[in-house]
C-alpha cells in the first residue's frame, strides 16, 4: 500500500460485542478514480462506511485522508475534510421542495441557521449558497423540478436529489451507498450517467451498489469483502471472472453483469 494514498483503510477492524464486522480491511482509492466496494449481504460494507465517516469508531485499525488520520472524528468532522456519504435510503425533506432540499447541504456543516437560510432575509453569503445549489441542480439535471416537493419526484430523481443535497457540501471524496436500489433500467442509466459526470468534475468515489451492472461499467477499480475481511481487489474482468466472487455471491446475478 501507498503511504501517499488519496484515500486507505488499514487493517481496520469494528466489532459490536462478539461479532466482527470489519476485520482486518485494507485498501486504497486512486484519487479522482470511481472504486467499486462490494460484496454478499452482511459482508459488512455499509459498516465499513459508517467507519469511514464517523458514524462508528473503528475497534481497530486506521483511514487515512490525504495522508492525515481521521479514524475516530465525529461525523461533522469527517465532513467538513470533505468526505461525505449518502444513505441506502433516500433521506430527504420530503415536504421542501428540490431547491429547499439541495440548499441544506451548503449549511449542514456550517454554524448557519437553516431556517432563517431558507425563510429569513437572505444576506450575502446566503445569496452565494442560492447560486451554487441553482448550480448544482443544473449540473444534475434537477433545475427545472427545483419548486416541486421532494415527496412528488420519481424515485430516481428523489436519489439524484440525494446526490445534489451531498455535492452542495462541496466534496473530495463522495461515498454512495447502493445509489441504484429500486431503480428501473432507465432510471438506472441516468444514474450511471449522473454519477461518472460527477467524477469528471473532480470527485472522487467509492460506490457501495449491488447492481453489478453498474457496478462493473462505472468502476475502475473493485474491492470484494466477505465477512467484513477482504476477498479480492482487481479490475472489473478480474473481479467478475473470479471462483471466490463468484461462490460468495451464489446466483445473486454476477455472470450476468
Known sequence: MSDQAFFRVENLQKRFGGLAAIDGLSFELKEGAIHGLIGPNGAGKTTVFNVITGFYKPTAGKVFYQGESIGGLQPHQVAAKGLVRTFQETTLFR????????????????????????????????????????????FLGLADRRDELASNLPHGLQRALGIAVALTTEPKLLLLDEPFAGMNPEETRNMMALIQKVRESGITILLVEHDMQAVMGLCERITVVNFGQLLMEGAPDEIKDNKDVIEAYLGTGLNAA
Not at 104 to 129: I, K
Open 95 to 138: 415536504e421542501f421542495t428540490t431547491f429547499e432540499n439541495a440548499l441544506m447541504g451548503c449549511y449542514l456543516h456550517t454554524r448557519s441557521n437553516m431556517v432563517s437560510a431558507l425563510f429569513g432575509t437572505q444576506r450575502a453569503s446566503e445569496r452565494a449558497s442560492d447560486a451554487k445549489t441553482l448550480e448544482v441542480l443544473e
